[in-house]
């Protein structure tokens, strides 16, 4: 990329000498690309990333022709939120579901798919838990009905063998930096013939149909990648693959209550992703942060947002499990000894922020769970935009809680709280249910992680609501 950032200045779509050389370079690159995926040159549209790729091919062809578009439950957010931005402007738009191991079962694109339906638009493979598509019999079932088919193939191209002649699809987006090219270039490969509006209007760049400068550096740069990375796939995949599966097979070992996400073979080489039962997506990503490891959760419910992974939703995970939720990708720089470190930092941060046995063993078996129809007095508190709420029935007579239930909604802490708080006033005065703390509480359980304190002062508020309702029915 160096020299044409430097010596080789010129405007790839000017006519003097200077762009005529950086001209030549964006033209061996875009062959070059095209050879890799099995397309024509002519089909090859460089653009910003996957994101602009995407924007482009659903937004382009739902202008172009129809307007229904088929997708998937687990689309990366370039396609969810364009879709759901086409979908204000009329566009019709049915989303199939997944398998619990995160596929889209082709018979069910069959069921849905008629005349009606001017794009299918499926991923490749999924970048959350890696997951990989029938995408050839999806594509063949949309081109027996003349539909056009697009694939983000952003995960896949450079991790797994793609040839858009092979796969029989319309049209495909890709990105450098996923295949450890530059950031900010992508492109949408087009089948020749299909037609296509533009998104990007301005200069007769990209055969007219993508305004703007030509980023030499970057198109130079993208084919380089590209190559490198397919002409060492076999090797690098096998070698990232056996990583991944040792990574997987140490977290499982050494980690209790964890589960593997996404189907154990049929994921990309690099991808294992893990919900921890007990513990936060967000705090396991802070301390392996502490600890120089990096690695993403799907979920933000630290940044203010209950936003577990759609994706993971979509597999039917629970929501609560989905909030513990790592996703770890391995490369083909990583070694055995990383993998180690991981895991050991995984077993330090699981005995720091873990639930005792004792709180395990209430949130297993909790007592008093229910519905009381006839309540003497109901208390329900928390908050909803984190996720907990309690709600806590009551029967009083003569003054004593003669028997109590609770309905919890959210994590292991809160139920233990609840089954725990509702325990310690069974059978005592309001007096003396009035007096019971959070503290108590907490004891009672052996302790909860810093984090989960605020689920014990929830069950205190819950008692105390319970009782205020009770009181002003008795006035
Ligand atoms: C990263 C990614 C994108 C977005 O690509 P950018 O080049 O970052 O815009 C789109 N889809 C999938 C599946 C991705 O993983």
Known sequence: MLPYFTEVFGNADSLHSFGRESHQAVTRARNKIAQLIGAKPSEIYFTSGGTESDNWALKGLAQAKGKHIITSAIEHPAIRETLKELKKQGVKVTVLPVTTDGVVIPESLENVIDESVSLVSIMFANNEVGTIQPIKQLAAIARKRKVAFHTDAVQAVGNLKVDVAELGVDMMSFSAHKFYGPKGIGVLYCRSGLRLEKLIIGGHQERTMRGGTTNVPLAVGMAEAMELAINELEKNTKYIAGLRDYFIKQVEENIPFVRLNGNRLNRVAGNANFSFEFIEGESILMSLDLAGIACSTGSACSSGSLDPSHVLLAMG???????????????????????????????????????????????????????????????????????????????????????????????????????????????????????????QVVEGLGGLPAQKIHCSVLAEEAIKAAIDDYQSKKK
Do not use: W
């Open 317 to 439: 995970v629970p929501i609560e499990i989905a909030h513990g939720s790592i996703r770890f990708s391995f490369g083909r720089e990583n070694t055995k000894e990383d993998a180690d470190y991981v895991v050991q930092t995984l077993i330090g941060i699981e005995k720091q922020k873990m639930y005792n046995d004792r709180v395990i063993e209430e949130f297993k078996n909790p007592n008093n769970v229910g519905e009381m129809p006839d309540a003497d007095g109901v208390g329900t508190v928390g908050n909803a935009s984190c996720g907990d709420i309690m709600k806590i029935y009551l029967k009083v007579e003569d003054n004593i809680i003669k028997d109590v239930k609770f309905q919890t909604f959210g994590c292991a802490a809160a139920i233990a709280t609840s089954s725990l708080a509702t325990t310690l006033i069974k059978g005592k005065t309001i007096d003396e249910a009035l007096k019971v703390t959070n503290k």
